[in-house]
């Protein structure tokens, strides 16, 4: 039987896939998680990995007799999972639209502008001169219009409708639908966001007020239902107040120049302030390596690579993670008793896995 898979660069998963070769499934066969996956109809193929993304390639593939199929019965495409198959080609745009019967067409360019799949739903799309996409219609009434930009402007679907404006650099300034719902946003010239309105006909029903200093840097964030943020910078640290509704609750949150929230302060109803800390330290690269809320701990451990190692909570919770020299992860153990092991070829392929439960798998690649 004649197949098509869907790619990423001719990756799916953990596997790296080559013209030629066969790949064989050793486990236990399960939809969407154990096998190898594609679809007898090309065309569905565009439902799991967009033909009109770069990163796309279908692959012809062959599933020979011997092999087990389990097919997707739920689903109106035509999906399957194997655990057999032998990679045929990888196919061009020209090939999918033959091998489709015409069921999938692309434009002189190579931008899909038609498909219909195996449940008779289909789409179509329009381009302008620049390969941006500016129209869309799919089988159930939806049409999309968009502008030169590429930026959204009208939707219908039956008597419901959507039309958004954007400003020169491409912001979203207006908002209004059929419901009687509009939308408004203003910015400053440093293209900040200083005021965001929603309106239910002609009335206000919600707002956001923001305010920049000199610098660039948010000073105040206001909302119509009496939330307030408040912002003050010092040579080495970064306060943010949080004033809530009637002032019932006042936050204050202190970061140091690294962004790193080193204290945390709440108040509630005028009385005494109830303090409450946070701690969070970083290695010299970035990364959490110590965590601490309250009663809450966390430690966290990397190797040489970057790859996080080990991580253990204050209720004695934990996990184990080991890493091969190429970053491939080929152990993970949980404090609860769980385990997973993993296996590699030269090529990075992964080709073995096991877990305490008693699931594993193996690929054998000829």
């Given at each position: ?30 939809l969407c998680k154990c096998g190898f996956h594609a679809c007898k109809n090309i065309a569905d193929v565009n439902y799991y990995y967009s033909f009109s993304d770069p990163n796309t390639i279908v692959l012809e593939i062959e599933i020979p007799d ?135 006909g002609e009335k206000e029903s919600f707002w956001k007020k923001t305010d920049y200093d000199s610098k660039g840097r948010l000073i105040f964030d206001q909302h119509s239902d009496g939330v307030a943020y408040a912002y003050e910078y010092y040579k ?131």
């Amino acid at each position: 039987m004649i197949a098509y898979k869907g790619t990423e660069n001719l990756k799916c998963y953990n596997l790296q896939y080559q013209i030629g070769k066969t790949y064989i499934f050793k486990g236990s066969l399960v939809l969407c998680k154990c096998g190898f996956h594609a679809c007898k109809n090309i065309a569905d193929v565009n439902y799991y990995y967009s033909f009109s993304d770069p990163n796309t390639i279908v692959l012809e593939i062959e599933i020979p007799d011997d092999a087990s199929i389990i097919e997707d019965n739920e689903s109106d495409f035509t999906k399957f999972v194997t655990n057999k198959f032998r990679v045929l080609r990888v196919l061009t745009k020209k090939d999918i639209e033959e091998i489709s019967n015409s069921k999938v067409k692309f434009d002189k360019n190579g931008n899909l502008i038609y498909i219909e799949y195996t449940n008779g739903q289909w789409m179509k799309f329009e381009y302008n001169e620049n390969n941006i996409l500016v129209y869309k219609e799919t089988s159930n009434g939806k049409k999309h219009k968009f502008d030169k930009n590429g930026n959204e402007i009208y939707y219908e679907f039956g008597d419901y409708w959507e039309k958004r404006e954007y400003n020169d650099n491409g912001q979203l300034i207006f908002y209004e639908d059929s419901a009687g719902i509009k939308k408004i946003w203003k910015f400053n010239n440093n293209n900040q966001q200083i005021y965001f309105g929603c309106y239910q006909g002609e009335k206000e029903s919600f707002w956001k007020k923001t305010d920049y200093d000199s610098k660039g840097r948010l000073i105040f964030d206001q909302h119509s239902d009496g939330v307030a943020y408040a912002y003050e910078y010092y040579k080495n640290e970064t306060r943010e107040y949080q004033e809530y509704q009637d002032q019932i609750t006042l936050k204050c949150i202190i970061y140091n120049n690294d962004g790193e929230k080193i204290e945390y302060t709440e108040r509630k109803n005028g009385k005494t302030p109830n303090q409450r800390w946070k701690i969070q330290k970083y290695d010299r690269n970035g990364r959490p390596i110590y965590l601490k809320a309250g009663e809450y701990t966390k430690e966290l451990k990397y190797d040489d690579k970057g790859n996080l190692i080990f991580c253990r909570e204050i209720t004695d919770r934990w996990y184990k993670q080991k890493f091969d020299e190429n970053g491939n992860m080929i152990e993970y153990e949980h404090s609860c008793g769980f385990h997973e092991r993993y296996k590699y070829d030269d090529n990075g392929n992964c080709i073995y896995y096991e877990n305490s439960d008693g699931n594993k798998y193996e690929i054998v690649i000829q």
